[in-house]
């Protein structure tokens, strides 16, 4: 493949270098575009532009393939723990047995909140949603955090703090929010179960950990924990890179994170697929509104921008759904409306001409409604799934010596240079 492509105007022409990716993707370097043409280019979305070079996750859209550094995330699915990917997406490699243990001493002894913080939570109306808490009492700690003498030490314990106590800080919004005791993080549970254990656990009536739901909560998470370039990882790097706080970083990645579009779709398609059960399961009307360019409608976990095939986490979930609820004996009527819809939309023409199959959002929401976390929590949920992936790309920009403030250019269409206009003569 040649090196260069060559960029013809006005009788000019410029050679721009070729990056080629270790997976073959092709990148033209336009970083001396402006300078040696006085062209920008313009790409609404970002759907044609590559913002960095990265190790960290590989995606193909056309095969559906997803790997966290090098490795299939089937396998992570099938054989990792949580606190392993996370680890390996951060570090670049598994953890030994020592590496491993050392992590969870950190993430444990790490994993109380400051008192204080109690108090902030209990000042946000009652119905606030739990993204808009995550991300003000992430970006909060800072206060009780202050920045470390050295930049290692900030960063590895940051990192370490976040990691173990945005599980703590979730399970918190959940229980202040309904008037309950807040239950603290153990030393004998592992990452997942602690979690669960903080949600679910009361002083009258202990929880009893599922096995079943363990191991859904376990993969949940890995499926969600990172996914290369998406708006919310976007979002971290674009803050990360003002040299903004690691906890102002990821606060802006929960905001992103919540929107509908994004991570928000998680719990819209349960609001959906509640919509067609009250509609008597008619799930051709979704359809057909979805398709109606003259409605705003999307079908809530449909679409991607990179996979035009079957999202791969999307088919894990899917097949989650059907052993976890046989496990836990629960029916639940969402889940037979989803294949239903399922199978309809992707027969249809509109969906199979757009390439829009099912993402990770459209069953992840069955998976958490049997597990027992509340619809309004789906996304927090996300949240904590993503978390070491956002600290995995901000770690990589901090890294990058070539790294700048993110600051796109733009093509200027308003006014023509106008004089001002006193009050007094304008009509
Ligand atoms: C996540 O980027 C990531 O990696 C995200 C994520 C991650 O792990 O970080 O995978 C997580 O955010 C998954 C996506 C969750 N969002 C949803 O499920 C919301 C519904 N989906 C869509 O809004 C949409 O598919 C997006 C936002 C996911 C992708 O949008 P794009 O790539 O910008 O595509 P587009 O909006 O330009 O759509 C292209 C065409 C449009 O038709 P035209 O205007 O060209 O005629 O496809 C249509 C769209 O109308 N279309 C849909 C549709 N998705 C796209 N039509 C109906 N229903 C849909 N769901």
């Known amino acids: 493949m040649d090196e260069f492509v ?54 193909d859209g056309e095969k559906g393939i997803l790997r966290y550094r090098g490795i299939p995330v089937e396998q992570l699915a099938e054989h990792a723990t949580f606190k392993e990917t996370a680890y390996l997406l951060i570090n670049g490699k598994l953890p030994t047995r020592e590496q491993l243990t050392r992590f969870s001493v950190m993430l444990n002894d790490n994993s109380l909140v400051h008192e204080d913080l109690k108090t902030f939570y209990q000042n946000f109306p009652r119905a606030s949603h739990p993204m808009g808490i995550l991300s003000s009492m992430v970006n909060a700690l800072r206060s009780f955090y202050p920045e470390l003498d050295t930049f290692e030490e900030e960063i590895n314990l940051t990192m370490t703090r976040l990691l173990a106590k945005v599980r703590t800080m979730a399970a918190m919004s959940y229980k202040i929010s309904r008037g309950h005791t807040v239950v603290y993080p153990r030393p004998d549970l592992a990452y997942c179960e602690n979690f669960l254990n903080m949600m679910f656990d009361t002083p009258v009536k202990p929880y009893e950990l599922n096995p079943a739901a363990v191991k859904a909560l376990r993969v949940f998470w890995i499926l969600h924990a990172d996914h290369e370039q998406n708006c919310s990882t976007s979002a971290v790097r674009v803050v990360g890179s003002a040299r903004a706080n690691l906890y102002a970083a990821i606060s802006s ?18 609001e959906m697929l509640n919509d067609i059960k009250a509609n008597g399961g008619d799930y051709k009307k979704a359809i057909a509104k979805a398709k109606d360019k003259t409605d705003p409608f999307r079908l809530m976990g449909f679409g991607h921008r990179v996979y035009k095939t079957y999202d791969p986490r999307a088919k894990i979930m899917k097949k989650m759904c059907d052993e976890l609820l046989e496990t836990l004996q629960i029916s639940d009527p969402l889940l037979d409306i989803a294949k239903e819809l399922e199978e309809a939309a992707r027969k249809d023409q509109y969906f199979i001409d757009y390439n829009l199959y099912p993402n990770i959002d459209f069953y992840s929401g069955i998976v958490l409604r049997a597990i027992g976390i509340p619809t309004n929590m789906f ?38 240079q106008e004089d001002f206009i006193p009050i007094q003569a304008r009509t």
């Open 379 to 416: 996304t927090v949920m996300f949240a904590i799934g993503r978390l070491p992936g956002w600290i995995a790309q901000w770690k990589e920009s901090m890294d990058d010596p070539n790294w700048k403030i993110c600051r796109p250019r733009q093509i200027y269409t308003g006014h023509t």
């Open 253 to 270: 990645g929960i905001s992103a994170l919540w929107g509908p579009l994004h991570g928000g779709a998680n719990q819209a398609v349960i």
């Open 6 to 59: 060559t960029f013809t105007y006005n009788g000019k022409e410029i050679k721009l270098p070729v990056i080629i990716g270790t997976e073959g993707e092709k990148a033209i370097d336009i970083s001396t575009l402006r300078r040696d043409t006085g062209f920008i280019t313009l790409d609404p979305g970002y759907a044609n532009t590559g913002s960095c070079l990265s190790a960290i996750t590989y995606m």
